[in-house]
């Protein structure tokens, strides 16, 4: 999976029925950049597109390994249950795998099935939703819940994320329960809520980590270049996540 917060996301569209073909060559015309993977026999739905198209003559599971190769999202006119036995032998981490994505034959929902948080494949089943007037699927708890992704907050800014994989789940979950969460925030760009609801009243700011009355909090989410302690982690076990901006960007 490539990082597609500073390179352009690769998109494949796979279609391998007359109606999965016709919903891809509506969606290919809003989408120029993106490839078009289909069964040969309906490759002229996607004329006078410029979209590069590859007709492919065998059987579909043939294509999955270079389309994983090969994309950061993929786009499967398929039915989902095909879907899923389809990329089930070529899975390996949410880190690693590409975002997959399935539309139905009658472009009325669109599905982000595979690397639908960390691999951007729900903010692009949202995009795809909007193109083909559908209704996208979500199903990952903090997109439903329109909170703070604590895994990849601020990835669009460059932070990078500075804690234990433990504290990275047990923090995320504190936050999608509602629980009160302070965010503190010392550093970086202030432009890291994207969504276009309010922060959710169980966020609570503060500008410096000395600040918090520690004991009223679940989990803090820490954005600084300050050197963290570990005797600070030991205090905090499980409950602190720490995000690095660029050094330039420092407030």
Not at 46 to 74: C, K, S, T
Not at 185 to 196: F, I, K, L, V
């Amino acid at each position: 999976m490539t990082d597609t917060a500073n390179t352009t996301p690769r998109v494949c569209l796979v279609a391998i029925t007359k109606h999965g073909a016709a919903q891809a060559a509506r969606l290919a015309a809003d989408l120029p950049e993106a490839d078009i993977c289909t069964a040969a026999k309906f490759a002229t739905a996607f004329g006078g597109l410029p979209n590069r198209v590859h007709p492919y003559g065998g059987a579909m599971r043939d294509e999955i390994g270079p389309l994983f190769a090969g994309y950061d999202q993929i786009v499967f006119f398929v039915s989902l249950g095909a879907v899923v036995r389809l990329i089930a032998p070529h899975l390996r981490s949410k880190e690693e795998d590409p975002g997959v994505i399935v539309v139905d034959d009658a472009g009325q929902y669109v599905i982000p099935v595979l690397s639908g948080h960390v691999g951007g494949a729900n903010e692009w089943s949202e995009r795809i939703a909007v193109l083909l007037g559908a209704a996208p699927v979500l199903t990952t708890a903090s997109d439903v819940g329109r909170t703070i992704p604590v895994d990849i907050l601020g990835r669009h800014l460059g932070w990078r994320v500075e804690a234990p994989k433990i504290n990275v789940t047990r923090v995320s979950a504190h936050v999608v329960n509602g629980e009160p969460i302070a965010f503190v925030q010392e550093a970086g760009s202030p432009d890291w809520w994207t969504r276009p609801t309010p922060l959710p009243d169980n966020i609570h700011r503060f500008d410096r980590f000395a600040d918090v009355p520690l004991d009223r909090y679940a989990a803090l989410l820490w954005v600084t270049h300050a050197e963290v302690p570990a005797g600070r982690w030991e205090a905090l076990h499980e409950r602190l996540v720490v995000y690095r901006p660029p050094v330039e960007s420092a407030a």
